[in-house]
């Protein structure tokens, strides 16, 4: 969503935003060190890797119990009937929610990978 030029990378100005997207909680000033750690160079782009090694250290630790609790109950909301599964167009539903710039094809792109 974030790499609009599909290089893959995203530029560093845009962490912030990405963090906050995520609900995350962070120090700007400890923000910046990790950025500058992943991007010596200062050329203000980084990978998908940099970028999980950022995001990861304001992630919080849960248990795996209380995880795997909360991630039945988020699929429980979108299991309509019940039986044990989303389709593809719920899923398509969602995530085309989560991001109305989405297109069809993209949508369908997500669900094949």
Known sequence: MFD????GFIETLKISTMLNTMG?????NELNALINHQDPENIR???????????????????????????????????????????????????GALDDKLTGSDLDNIITE
């Not at 609009?4 to 290089?7: A, E, G, P, Q, Y």
């Not at 995350?24 to 700007?28: C, Q, S």
């Open 45 to 95: 782009k980084v990978n998908f890797n940099s970028f999980c090694s950022i995001a990861s250290h304001f992630l919080e630790e849960e248990d795996d119990e209380s995880t795997t609790w909360k991630l039945k109950e988020a699929f429980r909301l979108y299991d309509r009937e019940g039986n044990g599964y989303i389709t593809t167009g719920t899923l398509k539903e969602i995530l």
């Open 24 to 28: 995350h909680i962070f120090d700007d």
């Open 4 to 7: 609009t030029s599909k290089c």
